[in-house]
């Protein structure tokens, strides 16, 4: 039962004795025996102490004891679960433990993230991503909850082999899933407001830039996003086409930070003779770190990155 639910067999007798969420029928030994009821409420207690709620909370909403007759029908404990969630996301609370993750000092939200990431519980992640970016704003959601998070399991990852790769690669795709989910349509072309968005050669840690594309969307500039691993020349050829205000390029490691192509982009050029314009490149990410140029901009951060932006398309 603790494997299948992914938590420790002290914490289910914890349950058991503290809030009775032990076997229907107790039979005589050692052993317990558990009813598909005793599972599903068994993994309804798991989804709801995984959103941050307090066990003695999550246990009476999982044995039922939370739902409350409304008129014209039934409101369930799901409903009232989500509510509460979001309340709590505004709160400044903070946590420094979390699914056997070392999180540090962050949000108490993190730690239901990290624990329905470990537990590859899509449904609960996607519910706690989604009401930390209602409840936080997207930048915040991203810099406090987010990327602690992400950081989290890299760690974990990196100290444990080939452990927990599965939870990075499914963690990444739901928070590549909200971002979309909350970012407004793209904004209409605007002239000389159009940011560009690539890695650069070799790099394919796109998330970042997913953040930064949705930042910009929620503040109405558009944005055109080439994601991954762009060639040197499908860049310069994207550049050339779009003629945008600025330029991002990210790139997560120094392997992969290329100094000569950020200069080659920041001196391209176009328009008519006497009014030609260049791109404001922005280094963006941990690669550049020690290998940026001293003319280029290198935001530390999503919220450094949407003001940079922002002051370069309103110019």
């Known amino acids: 039962m603790a494997r299948r639910l992914g938590v420790a067999p002290t914490t289910i007798r914890s349950w058991d004795r503290r809030y009775g969420l032990g076997p229907t029928v107790r039979i005589d030994g050692r052993h317990r025996r558990w009813t598909d009821v005793d599972v599903a409420r068994l993994?309804?207690?798991?989804?709801?102490?995984?959103?941050?709620?307090?066990?003695?909370?999550?246990?009476?909403?999982?044995?039922?004891?939370?739902?409350?007759?409304?008129?014209?029908?039934?409101?369930?404990?799901?409903?009232?679960?989500?509510?509460?969630?979001?309340?709590?996301?505004?709160?400044?609370?903070?946590?420094?433990?979390?699914?056997?993750?070392?999180?540090?000092?962050?949000?108490?939200?993190?730690?239901?993230?990290?624990?329905?990431?470990?537990?590859?519980?899509?449904?609960?992640?996607?519910?706690?991503?989604?009401?930390?970016?209602?409840?936080?704003?997207?930048?915040?959601?991203?810099?406090?909850?987010?990327?602690?998070?992400?950081?989290?399991?890299?760690?974990?990852?990196?100290?444990?082999?080939?452990?927990?790769?599965?939870?990075?690669?499914?963690?990444?795709?739901?928070?590549?899933?909200?971002?979309?989910?909350?970012?407004?349509?793209?904004?209409?072309?605007?002239?000389?407001?159009?940011?560009?968005?690539?890695?650069?050669?070799?790099?394919?840690?796109?998330?970042?830039?997913?953040?930064?594309?949705?930042?910009?969307?929620?503040?109405?500039?558009?944005?055109?996003?080439?994601?991954?691993a762009l060639p040197v020349e499908s860049l310069v050829a994207a550049v050339g086409r779009t003629g945008p205000v600025v330029v991002g390029l990210w790139a997560q490691s120094r392997n992969t930070a290329s100094r000569p192509v950020a200069q080659h982009v920041a001196a391209m050029e176009w328009g008519v003779r006497g009014a030609r314009r260049k791109p404001l490149v922005l280094m963006l990410g941990p690669g550049w770190d020690g290998r940026t140029a001293q003319e280029l901009p290198h935001p530390q951060g999503l919220a450094e990155a949407v003001v940079a932006v922002e002051s370069a398309a309103i110019r």
């Open 43 to 228: 993994e309804r207690m798991c989804a709801l102490t995984a959103t941050g709620l307090p066990p003695a909370e999550a246990a009476r909403l999982a044995l039922g004891k939370g739902e409350t007759d409304v008129p014209g029908g039934r409101v369930d404990a799901v409903h009232s679960l989500r509510t509460a969630t979001r309340s709590r996301s505004r709160s400044r609370s903070r946590s420094r433990a979390g699914a056997g993750l070392r999180l540090g000092d962050v949000r108490q939200e993190c730690r239901g993230v990290a624990r329905a990431a470990l537990r590859l519980d899509a449904a609960a992640l996607d519910d706690l991503l989604n009401a930390a970016i209602e409840g936080h704003g997207l930048v915040v959601a991203w810099t406090e909850v987010i990327m602690p998070t992400l950081q989290a399991v890299g760690r974990k990852w990196e100290s444990s082999g080939e452990k927990y790769v599965e939870v990075e690669h499914f963690l990444s795709w739901h928070v590549s899933g909200a971002l979309r989910h909350h970012a407004p349509p793209v904004a209409a072309e605007r002239p000389g407001a159009t940011t560009v968005l690539a890695c650069v050669p070799a790099e394919n840690h796109t998330l970042p830039l997913e953040a930064l594309a949705a930042a910009l969307a929620e503040r109405g500039l558009p944005v055109r996003m080439f994601g991954g």
